[in-house]
């Protein structure tokens, strides 16, 4: 038990600020407050230890606790809180009214920095995570770097929440922006999908196991779908949406990470840096789009009103914050390809859409056939290709589909299963995403961290696209039903090339 304890210690942060800058607002309380509860459970949080929240609203630090208390008793894995561990972790928990445009606030976080300074004799890492809309990056960084709170680039960092940029200009611009005041090396662009348990072992699941990896690629691969779909609509994120839509929402980010870590060459080290020139090894080999082919390659999508789980839903186009003209897609489906060694000829199938028949993030990887069957017709009659899924959410684990003779007197053969669960597998409670990636902050580990050149290559690939369809809006919009599997469009997309999009749960009683 001490050798445990002492190895807790030696992996811990140093003494650590975090000035969340919307600290009242539902990322924080959402999100990023249970995940740093769980984090002091687990005993992960530096002895010394601080959060300054930075907020409009009129709120002393005990409101300020009451307020997140309740966020963490809704939305924490665990429940509801212990109240003396939550009095134990609430400490920790400060807030300071103002404005983010305000010099007083950048004064107070100075002062409270060297205060704390002089109490833990130690030097302060500072991280300044900016849990607010996209109009106050650059009024908060400008600021930021102004007061000359974060010189020091070994022990200040800063966090970015999505949407990176709205397009490649204006992601450009704010990468500037950032660099005036910040080296790369201090910037943590998030992605919360890179968080999840399941993403996190796809690295693990390629590179540490040797049967895989010598067939991860053209010769023996035929297609990989990822397909990240969801019942609910858009729910209170009308305006955003309206901006954003599914391409740039989904495929820009969480959707063509997942590709990058399907996709990418097998890094030299785990090194933060060495992991992210691989990511950005494939973007770079993505094919471009040709204008007059866009159509062939992707097509979008609006939910009509239908019925989800026995309840009818209005359609998106009367939702709030919706215009009731609005072309806005909130599905979208492309087709990619590598044009590498490893890659060339395979069909990477994307998909994501709102009010769709399940909640599912689910790559599925399907092998070619057999060169050639040996076996007689009747055999074969159940035959289906071998596929690996890995399924991300709701029900995480890894399922792989492979031929096998039934039992009996004659030569038949049907599919089986090999699964991994991973709630079955491990009785501990699995991190949410938000616990791996403050940790990583707070460790200065940015492996699973977006970088200037990887966020631009991505919008880079997609702009095409998006020209194209603002160019020409759709005709035909709402063009699924709410609880339909999407578009017809998308089925012919995938049609054209002999295939069909899969939906494989992790075992036959999953939905």
């Not at 300020?64 to 966020?71: A, I, K």
């Not at 939305?75 to 103002?98: A, H, I, P, V």
């Not at 092998?367 to 890995?390: G, I």
């Amino acid at each position: 038990m001490e050798s445990k304890n002492l190895i807790m210690e030696q992996i811990k942060a140093g003494p650590t600020i975090i000035i969340i800058f919307g600290a009242t607002g539902d990322l924080t309380w959402r999100k990023l407050t249970p995940a740093l509860y769980n984090l002091y459970l687990d005993n992960w949080l530096p002895e010394n230890f601080y959060v300054l929240g930075i907020g409009h609203n009129d709120l002393d630090d005990t409101k300020f606790r009451e307020h997140l208390l309740d966020g963490v008793n809704k939305f924490s894995r665990r429940g509801e809180t212990n109240k003396n561990e939550w009095d134990g972790f609430s400490r920790f928990l400060n807030y300071y009214k103002g404005e983010f445009d305000d010099i007083n606030v950048y004064q107070y976080i100075e002062k409270k920095i060297q205060e704390l300074k002089s109490l833990w004799k130690s030097p302060v890492n500072r991280i300044f995570y900016m849990a607010v809309p996209p109009q106050y990056f650059n009024v908060i960084t400008t600021n930021i770097g102004n007061s000359q709170i974060a010189r020091d680039n070994k022990i200040s960092r800063i966090v970015i929440e999505k949407p990176f940029g709205h397009d490649l200009e204006s992601a450009q611009s704010l990468n500037k922006q950032l660099h005036n005041f910040f080296d790369e090396c201090q910037i943590y662009r998030i992605d919360h999908y890179l968080g999840k348990e399941t993403v996190q072992n796809i690295l693990a699941f390629r590179f540490a196991n040797a049967m895989f990896e010598p067939i991860w690629n053209r010769n023996y691969i035929e297609q990989v779908q990822i397909t990240v779909s969801e019942q609910l609509g858009v729910e209170n994120r009308g305006n955003y949406y309206e901006t954003a839509g599914a391409l740039r929402d989904m495929i820009q980010n969480h959707i063509l990470q997942l590709l990058c870590l399907i996709a990418m060459e097998p890094p030299v080290s785990f090194n933060a840096d060495e992991v992210r020139n691989r990511k950005v090894d494939v973007l770079n080999a993505l094919r471009q789009f040709k204008t007059e082919e866009i159509r062939k390659f992707a097509v979008r999508g609006q939910y009509g009103e239908g019925w989800i789980q026995g309840k009818k839903v209005i359609d998106y186009r009367h939702e709030p914050d919706v215009k009731i003209n609005s072309n806005k897609e909130t599905f979208a489906a492309v087709k990619l390809y590598i044009d590498n060694w490893r890659w060339q000829g395979v069909p990477f199938y994307l998909r994501t859409g709102k009010r769709l028949d399940e909640t599912i993030s689910v790559i599925t990887i399907q092998f070619k056939p057999v060169p050639h069957q040996s076996f007689p017709a009747e055999a074969a009659e159940n035959w289906q290709p071998n596929r690996l899924v890995l399924n991300i959410q709701p029900n995480m684990g890894i399922r792989l589909q492979f031929q096998a003779k039934q039992p009996g007197l004659e030569m038949l053969l049907y599919p089986v299963d090999m699964l991994f669960r991973y709630n079955e597998s491990y009785t501990s409670g699995t991190p949410e995403a938000y616990e791996t990636l403050l940790l990583d902050i707070m460790q200065g580990d940015s492996t699973l961290f977006m970088r200037a050149d990887q966020v631009e290559s991505a919008w880079d690939i997609l702009m095409p696209i998006i020209r194209a369809w603002e160019k020409n809006p759709p005709v035909n919009f709402p063009n699924y039903s709410s609880g339909t599997q999407g578009p017809q469009d998308a089925e012919a997309l995938i049609a054209a090339d002999g295939n069909n999009w899969l939906i494989i749960p992790l075992a036959k009683n999953d939905k």
